[in-house]
Structure formats: structure tokens, C-alpha cells
């Protein structure tokens, strides 16, 4: 082993090594006090083009493997809805607001006639 604590594993000693220098980054939080900081100050630009899925949900049945295997063309499943009851919109698979169904220009869409406030979400996951 070498008595020069600048070399490493037999390599020539390097003089001209520099101490790393970091950014300081802004804090989200005061680290002494933990307070958080208020939502309009936070920059939520970062976040807009991340791609979420949206998916419009009519309802969900159960059934068996022998029953799934069974279906046909013309096949009907009965939903855990009563007709005219509203869909459940979901992104990322959280339900978020809910809707019925429309046609504009020969397309379908949902017109939200009720969405969900952000801390009804937070206690739903509970």
C-alpha cells in the first residue's frame, strides 16, 4: 500500500482534484419550522404535460371464468348501475368527478356534473 494518501490503488497521485460545489435548491418547506408552502406559491408548471390516463366508467360485474368464456356476440352483462345514473371518471384510476354521457358531432363524450374536491379524494383512499 502506498504512504501517499493522494494515490489510489497504485495510480500517480492527482493534484489538481477540487472539493464538488453544489446549487441550492428552493426549499418546498422551512426545514426548523415544517410549514408548508401555500399552493399558489408552488410552480405547477412542472407538472402540466405529464400524461395521465382518463378513463369513463359505466360500471363493473363479476362474474366466474365459465360465465366469462360463455359470452358472445349479442352476450349482455349486467353493471352494478341502474340506467341514468352517472359515470365515474377516473384518472390514473382514482375517481375524480362524475358524468353523463353526451353526443357532439357524432362522437361520445361526458359532460362532469360533479367533481370531486380534492380532500373528499384524499378521504376516499382511506
Given at each position: ?28 418547506y422551512d426545514d426548523e419550522k415544517r410549514v408548508e408552502t401555500p399552493l399558489e ?42 340506467a341514468g345514473e352517472p359515470l365515474d371518471v377516473l384518472v390514473n384510476g382514482t ?32
Amino acid at each position: 500500500m502506498s504512504e501517499n494518501p493522494n494515490e489510489f490503488a497504485g495510480e500517480e497521485a492527482v493534484d489538481d482534484i477540487e472539493a464538488a460545489t453544489f446549487e441550492e435548491f428552493d426549499h418546498q418547506y422551512d426545514d426548523e419550522k415544517r410549514v408548508e408552502t401555500p399552493l399558489e406559491e408552488i410552480n405547477m408548471d412542472v407538472i402540466l404535460d405529464v400524461p395521465v390516463t382518463i378513463a369513463m366508467e359505466i360500471g363493473r360485474a363479476q362474474i366466474n371464468i365459465r360465465n366469462l368464456l360463455q359470452l358472445n356476440q349479442g352476450s349482455v352483462v349486467e353493471l352494478d348501475r341502474f340506467a341514468g345514473e352517472p359515470l365515474d371518471v377516473l384518472v390514473n384510476g382514482t375517481l375524480i368527478a362524475h358524468g353523463e354521457v353526451v353526443v357532439v358531432n357524432d362522437k361520445f363524450g361526458i359532460r362532469l356534473t360533479e367533481v370531486i374536491s380534492p380532500s373528499e379524494r384524499v378521504k376516499r383512499l382511506a
